[in-house]
């Protein structure tokens, strides 16, 4: 986990809560799972698992539960640390925990791996995709694992869920495709789910998006290695997944957290990018090296398969984003980012509109800042008094 | 022409001029042509020629000279025809004509190529870079041509003016790449320039523009067929080209666009892409066939050498942002569009700032709309009378 927090985090913040405000109990990756799922596209995949690890207590009456969804490149790790030793705790740890906005002293919180989940690599992710063995023939799906959707992702939670004899959640909330994932809960379990904080998303997916996320796994495509996504055991594509990578945490942030945290500088003081082709930008080597870091975590298919669910996105996934929104019946509070260069507070604005003029409970936050996308991760404490005050309401 | 004008143009606008208005002088492409030039960085280039073409008549005293400088992915096409039966006219052609704001009735306009031209294939682009023949071996330069920049650009721009006998220009004006060179030409010959309009520019390439451009060049130095940049006469790398245009064409974009233009829409209308892998969305499907009809006519190494000059572009080219500003005289009327994703406005408006507080003469206007970068092309005409107003001034 700590490359893929040092991933997030690339030359720039700690975050606020250091190892003494982390969530106090040390977490536990527990695994989940199911003898065959069947995706709404129609198709069985057998032998499911995904990891997921929960914060503080399930009440007897089972009611004091919170789902958190994770975002592209992250995992079921929201909070606290597995030893006390880790460099950093979970990504939102400085929302999660005793006393903070979703507070452990009250509340059971379940984080769970998606489907696909792109970090095959790192031993505390557990996940189904591409890159399990598919029993039926022994070796790895690649590209004939089926194609998943958002609602695949929370169909899977929502067995897990089941799983615990939990039938009324409190609250679902989640950061950029785990925003997603959370306007999905609220549309497809609308008696499940009174709350919803979609945090730095959109309730669908637009063109733009759409474009970007096909351009976000062109390089693999192009990557020899990749051979039509049988790679498995042999040279893997790297570098085309090392330059999707590159676009990810660009992307992720903003020209303000650029221009602070790197300026103009070089790369290297005594080598001019002006007299050669090798000498580079300090941003160009910092993404370079955050890029190839967490490419070796991660798995090219998997990147791919994360791709067309996001593209695939509509709330309700059977018609128009009006049409989706009218099944949400959850009170939200939509939560952009004030300079996300990657999904446009615009776009929580459209659902909040839609949401108004049907006459639903809806209120708008937004972080401030300057860190792109990435402050709904790294700066979400901003709204954590907004946060803990809708999930008391 | 018409190809390069349909990737601009892509599954969108019309020119708001159509034949009939355009620039009604039949336009020709002429050559200028150096014995040598030496760059910024001291390397010399034997035999440099780049294209231009003039619009108008230049009077008696030699003082009704406007430059036009070109974008990215342009050339010197800027208004006009050179035949009645073209599809399209030059780029500008709204704000460039008898009567227009840049009204030939009284301005010679002279626009020309720039050297690393990226449009090599296209008969009608004339330029010297990577794709050249170096006299000293007699075969292509590839990446052995000296690294280029913006100040580069503006000096053999500058032999073109001086080699007609024209010693102080009324206006300098572009956009986006034509804009830096712009800014440029007002900090490198500030007695020569008295006026320029710099169109969805910046004068500074910050840290989050320099590894977007680091990252469009990247799936050329991908390709396999790139060969380190030693492809003439062989088999080209076209698809990593086609991957950086398509990044290019996007980035040039703005998601209100995208949603006008292509929605949600499929590629086609029986093929979910949701169904299969090879099912795509209409604006994938649309920007990949403009990328690759653009990349016909490309040439990757150029693409490489232009993306370079714009990471090293700080105007001035000899200290910060402050320093080269310091250096401007001219009176500017500085035009970012509102929904620019590429050179966000803010650019502008930190340019226009620094000029305020240093005293000079600065006026701001801003392209409205939802096109995105590209408004600055085929929206400039929303602001055509305040550049009429300040050209009069």
């Known amino acids: 986990m700590t ?19 982390a969530y106090d109990g040390m977490v536990e990756k527990k695994t989940f799972a199911m003898p065959s799922y069947t995706t709404v596209n129609g198709q069985t995949i057998k032998n499911v698992k995904v990891g997921y690890e929960t914060y503080g207590t399930l009440n007897a009456a089972k009611d004091n539960v919170i789902v958190i969804c994770h975002f592209y490149s992250g995992n079921s790790h929201a909070a606290g640390k597995y030893a006390a030793a880790d460099a950093a705790p979970g990504y939102w740890d400085t929302i999660v925990g005793a006393g903070k906005p979703i507070d452990t002293d009250k509340f059971f919180v379940i984080s769970s791996d998606t489907l696909v ?5 790192d031993p505390r992710t557990i996940t189904t995709g591409p890159a399990s063995i598919n029993p039926d ?11 998943v959707t958002m609602r695949d992702f929370v169909n899977v939670q929502k067995a897990l869920v089941d799983s615990l004899g939990i039938t009324k959640l409190h609250a679902v909330m989640g950061a950029s495709m785990g925003a997603l994932q959370t306007w999905e809960w609220a549309a497809a379990y609308p008696d499940m789910v009174p709350r919803i904080v979609p945090v730095i998303g959109t309730a669908e997916i637009g063109p733009y998006a759409i474009e970007w996320l096909n351009i976000w796994g062109a390089p693999i495509l192009m990557d020899p290695k990749w051979n039509q996504g049988d790679y498995y055991g042999k040279d893997e594509p790297t570098e085309g997944l090392a330059l999707a990578l590159r676009m990810v945490t660009i ?5 303000g957290w650029a221009n602070t945290t790197f300026g103009r500088r070089w790369a290297a003081a005594d080598r001019d990018p002006g007299k050669s082709w090798d000498n580079k930008y300090a941003v160009e080597d910092a993404i370079d090296k955050a890029a190839a870091g967490r490419a070796r975590s991660a798995d090219a298919n998997s990147f791919l398969y994360l791709a067309k669910a996001n593209q695939l996105f509509v709330v309700g996934h059977k018609g128009t984003l009006e049409e989706g929104l009218k099944g949400v019946r959850a009170k939200a509070l939509v939560i952009p980012a004030t300079s996300d260069l990657l999904l446009f507070p615009e776009y929580s604005r459209q659902a ?11 209120e708008y936050v937004e972080i401030p800042g300057d860190g792109g996308h990435l402050d709904g991760v790294l700066a979400v404490g901003k709204q954590g008094e907004a946060i803990r005050k809708f999930l008391s309401q």
């Open 251 to 255: 992307h992720a942030r903003h020209y």
């Open 137 to 147: 023939t022994g070796k790895p799906y690649g590209m004939t694992f089926p194609i």
């Open 3 to 21: 490359r893929s927090l040092g991933f997030l985090m690339v030359g720039v913040l700690v975050l606020a809560a250091g190892a003494a405000g």
């Open 352 to 362: 909040v509109e839609l949401l108004k003029n049907d006459g639903k409970s809806v």
């Open 117 to 121: 989940n792109l970090n095959t690599k």
